[in-house]
């Protein structure tokens, strides 16, 4: 049950397991908020609710001169401040759990957590206050505010732990006491509640996936066969040619056009053809970015890397098992940094050709470069020799953004795939000549020294080493296959990012 006060609008809650229980939980609230401010209450205004008309409520408001008002039957209208405050609790209570993706069992904590942030948060009916400072009269200090469910690591202290033990317990924050001057954290491994104040946040963790959670805080693994199904059918490959000879025939552009724009009725997921290497590779990337959770349709798609496998390629894949450390925290940040990176994580960089696909921002980003690529003559369509063996590419993208967190520009990079190269037959040596920060920390002094003016360029377009040596052969890459000769490679004769 809740307390509202009618001049401030502060809350107050009470958690019960009986109706029965209102009487007490009343006498506790009046004693507290009488010695508090010194004053009485003259009204207490509440619903038609049995509860409130027991004997022994009924013998006590008449003893002390409260008077006693309800609104009647089936008409919540009248008691429209305590019934929209309650719907206030149960939205904010609501969004607060799925936010971290918490059970239902934590609803009395995210309701104390809910009233206590709306007590510290300005309302229109207290003009240029926040409740609680309106009925203490003292100003607030927020600082200590953090993200209900994110991850808390305890200090443990060293009587509790020997010299070897863990000086630090993860932990679910879940509020704060109000009887003591620390913050309330639970430990699903232990079940145990502990009130601290050496407590460290990472507000944007959370102890449960995002996937579907149960009420005993199990989480079931969702059905994606659906999803895995059609976004493999999105692209489908080149059909076989027995064409093996050199190509005479001039760049005819991307394959995607005709089979995915026109609509080709029979695409099938047979047809895809993903390097394996690449699949891997992209899904340990996607895991590492500790992001937050961001869970627009553009993250859960990029946590969904298809895994076909090709057969073609013989390349060994790692089998190295990746441990995640979890010790960012973003308590140092200023204000201005924290609404840079809400607006750098709103737009979701494709982690694979077949996310960035259909969309027409990534789509002229490719068509760019893949028209200064054929405008250098980076490579040339091949049959690929008995004693060679090609490597892979892949597309990568990112988007550029500005200092105020504006987007700049959407970029993308073919890659080859430089590790299945092998020393001594495919090349003979490996650097890439690069830009020093002390250099350009020289050149900076240097400027503001001599009032020189800089300026900023973008190449687009680099080739480290000019013209190859080597043979190197590539596969056409993703969704620019030449339509009349699927079955060729590229021999590289400029470099490519690898």
Not at 111 to 136: Q, S
Request: charged share 25%; proline share 4%.
């Amino acid at each position: 049950m809740s307390f509202i006060d009618d001049h401030t609008r502060k809350v107050w809650v009470y958690f019960m397991k009986h109706k029965g229980e209102v009487f007490q939980h009343f006498l506790n609230f009046k004693a507290m908020v009488e010695k508090e401010k010194g004053v009485s209450i003259k009204c207490l205004r509440f619903d038609g609710g049995g509860e409130y008309f027991s004997n022994e409520f009924n013998e006590y408001l008449k003893e002390h001169g409260i008077q006693r008002k309800y609104s009647c039957s089936y008409s919540p209208q009248q008691n429209g401040v305590a019934e929209r405050k309650n719907m206030h609790i149960v939205e904010i209570a609501r969004a607060m759990l799925n936010e971290k993706n918490l059970p239902n069992y934590f609803w009395a904590e995210v309701v104390a957590t809910a009233i206590y942030i709306m007590n510290r948060t300005p309302t229109m009916v207290v003009h240029g206050m926040t409740p609680e400072e309106k009925f203490t009269g003292k100003k607030l200090d927020v600082s200590h505010l953090r993200v209900f469910g994110c991850i808390a690591y305890i200090h443990v202290p060293d009587e509790k732990r020997s010299k070897l033990n863990p000086k630090v317990e993860k932990c679910i924050f879940i509020g704060y006491s109000l009887e003591q001057k620390g913050y309330r954290c639970f430990n699903p491994s232990t079940r145990k509640l502990q009130v601290n104040k050496d407590v460290v946040f990472d507000e944007m963790v959370s102890w449960y996936s995002p996937l579907k959670v149960v009420e005993d805080g199990e989480a079931k693994s969702c059905d994606v066969s659906s999803n895995v199904e059609q976004e493999s059918q999105l692209i489908s490959g080149p059909q076989k040619s027995s064409i093996s000879g050199p190509s005479s025939t001039p760049w005819k552009g991307r394959l995607r056009f005709s089979n995915i724009v026109h609509g080709s009725s029979q695409t099938s997921s047979r047809n895809l053809h993903v390097d394996d290497e690449s699949s891997d590779s992209e899904k340990s990337v996607g895991e590492e970015s500790r992001i937050p959770s961001v869970t627009t349709l553009g993250a859960q798609m990029a946590n969904k890397v298809l895994k076909t496998i090709d057969n073609n390629s013989g390349v060994r894949r790692s089998t190295r098992v990746k441990y995640y450390v979890q010790r960012l925290t973003y308590d140092g940040f200023v204000a201005h940094y924290y609404a840079y990176m809400v607006r750098v994580i709103q737009e979701v960089e494709p982690t694979c050709f077949e996310q960035a696909i259909g969309n027409p921002k990534w789509d002229n980003a490719m068509d760019e470069k893949m028209a200064a690529l054929d405008a250098n003559a980076t490579w040339e369509l091949v049959a690929l020799p008995e004693d060679k063996k090609v490597i892979g590419c892949k597309w990568v993208y990112k988007v550029k953004h500005n200092a105020d967190g504006s987007m700049s520009k959407y970029k993308t990079r073919l890659v080859a795939k430089g590790y299945a190269q092998t020393y001594g037959i495919n090349y003979e040596e490996a650097y890439s000549p690069v830009t020093k920060m002390t250099t350009v920390r020289i050149i900076i002094v240097m400027a503001t020294t001599k009032s020189w003016s800089l300026h900023q360029m973008d190449v687009r377009s680099v080739f480290f080493h000019g013209d190859l040596q080597e043979e190197v052969y590539m596969k056409q890459p993703p969704g620019y296959v030449d339509q009349t000769h699927p079955n060729l490679v590229c021999r590289l004769t400029k470099l490519c990012m690898a």
